[in-house]
């Protein structure tokens, strides 16, 4: 293996920040290419690499615009990162301070989301196979509280086994797939050519169809972050991944993550699209009654279909718990990403309690702490639910604005440096001339997905069926912006720089054996 030296600090204070300086060591260090490239940005490797390409593959669904930011610097922390080094100087640390708060807040939102699908469709189950059975919030939120425990077992005692169990999971991610479209199409009646399409349902009521068609674009763009999967017949394409932001979260314990990560990315995709498009068709091909499955006593319109197509609620149930064991590993990798995005930030001190949830203890290097907080939060978020689902879905719903405002924010700083012909450090690969019009095209994306994503799903809501994201996303950034004005603004200075490289070495030259 060709490596080269490193030098750390030892004239600046541990956690200090010297942005554009290059410190000095007496005794430089080896390593390897990995670490190379994080210290490009300033960055120790703090955690251990054990991510390869099956595994990851296994854990992520992105979006391809972000691949050029992503393999020029492959750090955890994702887009704040970003905004950090491509923002114009004078904006770089409030706009990458702001950006880390949304994306934490966003991937916080994210796990609980996941956290509430996975145990409203256990529960769904059970009043599918009991018909009696009256399900209550309180043992909704006993059930997240079990899904949240075993989360923490898994990211904690199991560490070591989550790049088998992602690529085992990625196996059931394909099987699984024609576990389910195998019997649909084989036992499921079919419906016209026309119904599937040629027809266009209003069923909220909205002025236009139009309109319509927006909000429920805006609800579907949560399957390029992952969560909410089975909560619409089209989503079963993300149960088990994550986004590319995500993948830079945990960047940092990924193999050759320069080159593991675009390569992953394109291949979950591709898996991804194919399978969610061919089950949506055959779903909607063996939906018997469109309304029963919609006023399903279930609450899980999929179920009903299910039960439609093989004749048999048994059935339904073996399908729907392919979906529900997919699900339970998707929980268990938004735990983990939402953890590392947590420790990532902390890690620069942009959040409270910042020097303990930014550690990394153990014999085996892992953020105990971010997890636990993590973890927390979310058990907190649970016991919401005992009183009022509304209000847990308030901040559930934050999940695509805030995540989409992220991407735009770091979209627009790399448009800003194309656009001003800025010199960049470019990764193994890179879009070309293609860059620019595929940022304007994201920008547009998220911008229209972001804002009708603040609607309700109906006209006229009361206070249960408001959307309620924007007051989400605005105490947000208010509270972001008190800590900012007393305490941040003194501590956070962007990414904080642990060790230095000498920027003449010839890093395109280095080999991996």
């Known amino acids: 293996m060709t490596s080269h030296d490193l030098k750390l600090d030892t004239e600046t204070p541990r956690g200090e920040a010297r942005r554009g300086s290059y410190p000095v060591d007496m005794e430089p260090k080896s390593y390897n290419k990995d670490e190379i490239e994080l210290a490009q940005f300033g960055k120790k490797q703090r955690l251990q690499r054990q991510f390869g390409i099956t595994p990851i593959i296994g854990l992520v669904c992105t979006l391809m615009v972000t691949w050029e930011t992503i393999i020029m610097m492959p750090i955890a922390g994702g887009e704040y990162n970003w905004v950090s080094v491509l923002a114009p100087p004078s904006f770089s640390r409030f706009l990458s301070y702001l950006t880390g708060w949304i994306t934490v807040v966003a991937s916080q939102g994210a796990a609980a989301s996941a956290v509430y699908l996975a145990a409203a469709i256990i529960q769904a189950l059970a009043v599918l196979n009991y018909p009696s059975y009256a399900p209550t919030r309180w043992q909704l939120t006993l059930i997240m509280l079990a899904i949240l425990t075993t989360c923490l077992f898994v990211n904690t005692v199991l560490a070591r086994l989550l790049p088998s169990i992602e690529s085992a999971v990625l196996m059931l991610h394909i099987f699984g797939f024609l576990g389910i479209l195998i019997p649909l199409v084989k036992l499921g009646s079919k419906s016209p050519d026309s119904d599937v399409w040629q027809t266009f349902l209003n069923q909220e009521q909205w002025p236009t169809m139009g309109v319509s068609f927006m909000i429920g674009s805006a609800v579907s763009m949560l399957t390029f972050i992952g969560v909410d999967g089975a909560s619409h017949l089209g989503g079963y394409s993300s149960l088990s991944c994550k986004t590319a932001s995500n993948m830079v979260i945990q960047a940092e314990e990924i193999e050759n993550a320069s080159v593991v990560i675009p390569r992953a990315m394109i291949a979950a995709t591709c898996i991804n699209g194919a399978t969610g498009f061919g089950l949506l068709v055959a779903v909607l091909y063996c939906a018997d009654n469109i309304n029963d499955a919609i006023e399903s006593p279930t609450g899980q319109p999929f179920l009903e279909i299910f039960a439609q197509a093989v004749g048999s609620n048994g059935g339904a149930t073996g399908m729907a718990t392919v979906i529900l064991v997919i699900i339970l590993f998707c929980v268990i990798g938004w735990v983990g990403t939402s953890s590392r995005m947590l420790w990532a930030f902390a890690r620069e001190r942009g959040i409270p309690f910042h020097p303990y949830v930014g550690k990394v203890t153990g014999r085996y290097p892992l953020p105990y702490y971010a997890i636990f907080v993590t973890t927390g939060l979310n058990g907190c978020l649970a016991l919401i639910v005992i009183g009022s689902t509304a209000a847990f879905n308030a901040f559930a719903s934050i999940t695509v604005s805030a995540a989409y405002a992220s991407y735009m924010i770091a979209a627009s700083c790399l448009l800003w440096q194309k656009l001003k012909g800025m010199p960049l450090r470019y990764g193994p690969f890179t879009l070309g001339r293609a860059a620019?019009?595929?940022?304007?095209?994201?920008?547009?994306?998220?911008?229209?997905?972001?804002?009708?994503?603040?609607?309700?799903?109906?006209?006229?809501?009361?206070?249960?069926?408001?959307?309620?994201?924007?007051?989400?996303?605005?105490?947000?950034?208010?509270?972001?912006?008190?800590?900012?004005?007393?305490?941040?603004?003194?501590?956070?200075?962007?990414?904080?720089?642990?060790?230095?490289?000498?920027?003449?070495?010839?890093?395109?030259?280095?080999?991996?054996?």
């Not at 994306?445 to 959307?467: E, L």
């Open 436 to 513: 620019v019009p595929l940022l304007l095209f994201s920008l547009a994306y998220s911008a229209v997905g972001a804002f009708f994503s603040f609607w309700p799903q109906a006209p006229d809501p009361d206070a249960t069926t408001m959307n309620w994201a924007i007051v989400v996303v605005a105490g947000t950034v208010a509270g972001s912006l008190v800590y900012w004005l007393f305490w941040a603004r003194k501590t956070y200075t962007g990414p904080v720089i642990e060790v230095s490289l000498d920027v003449n070495q010839q890093i395109h030259d280095i080999k991996v054996s």
